[in-house]
Structure formats: structure tokens, C-alpha cells
């Protein structure tokens, strides 16, 4: 027996895509033509979107909020596991990528369900609360810039109802948050999130440790 998590090769990631929900034509469609792009990495791998799918479904969510939707894959995969009637307020600062997350959505039969803001996400956040939107979201996924995933995480404690669930991507950050010779910039503040979020009062908090780590924090 080993307390060490299982090392993911490439032909057991291939194994768990294979033993996970499969994907549909539309996320396969979609993949394929995002991994032609320059930034391919950003988007979540078909596993984790299992994962997120099952969570959508496990918690019931009705409303979702995305902060960081490059090319539309995670909300295609989240707004799809919505019931009827379910709906999702996406934001991200480029219109251009976010037109091929759009077409997608739209050939899926899922593009009523979201709701694209464009422009800074912070300012977006802080928009929905201005207009009485706290409270109101019972899931977040935070996955765009690392600079600002604090703020992120503060906006989304307001927005996401108690028991509800934010889910925040990339907090493994390659490995380099365990690497104490790593003092990055960017890895020092995913670090410091980590931790705050472990000894956060407001929060259930777990890591887990699926693509490139997603910590998972329920709102007390
Ligand atoms: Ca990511």
C-alpha cells in the first residue's frame, strides 16, 4: 500500500478518457480544432471534464459561472450536464476565441444556456453583484489568469450559495508548488492560495489532483 497518488502516464490517461464518460461529437469536434491552436494546453482534458460533468450533476447545479472560457470546451462540457432550464454566465477577455467557443455551443444545442460577458472578469464579477447576483450560483470554475485567481476566489465566495461549489484550476501548477526551489512569481501566489484556501474558515476545501490540479472549495 503506497500513500503516494498513482504517477498518470500517458497510456493510463488514455485509459481513464477511455473508462470515463466519453466525449461527445461536439467536445471531440471542438478539441480537435482548439489543438491546432498555439495555446491548445489551456483547455481541461476530456477526464477532467468527466469529473466536472459528473459534479454538475451530483450537486444539481442550475446556475454555473465560468471565469476564463478560452475556446469554450469546460462550458460546453458543464453547461451540457445542466438540466433544462439551466444557465451559465461565462467571462473572458478575448472575443476571438471565445467565437469558437460560441459556434460550438450553438451546433451542440446548448448556446441558450450561456450567457458570454467579455471584458476583464473581475469587473464582470463585480457586476453580477452590483446587480444582486450574490448568492445566486451554485457552481464556479476560475480558470483564467493566475494573477488574479485571489480575487477570483473572494468574488466567486460571494456569488456561489452556501454548499454550493468554486472549482479552481491549474493549482498544481506542473508539480512547481511542491518544488521549494521554485519561487516564481506566479508559483509562490498559486502556492499561498493553496494554503489560504486549506485554512479557510469559509470553506470544505480538497485538491484533487486530476489534469493539473483542481481544488474544490464548498462555501460554509
Ligand atoms: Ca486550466
Redesign the pocket.
Known sequence: MSRATIMVDDRLGEYLDFINRPETAAQRKLRDETGMMPNA????GPNQGSFMAFLIKLLGVERALEI?T?TGY?ALTVASALPEGGTMVCCDVSAEWTAKGRAAWTEAGIGDRIDLRIGPAAETLDQLIADGEAGTFDFAFI?ADKDNYDRYYEQCLILVRKGGLIAI??VLWSGGVADPSDQDRLTVMIRALNEKLRDDPRVDFCLVPI??GLSLARPR
Do not use: L, Y
Request: aromatic share 8%; net charge negative.
Open positions: 494546453g489551456m483547455q481541461i476564463g478560452f469546460s480558470d484550476d491549474n489534469g493539473d
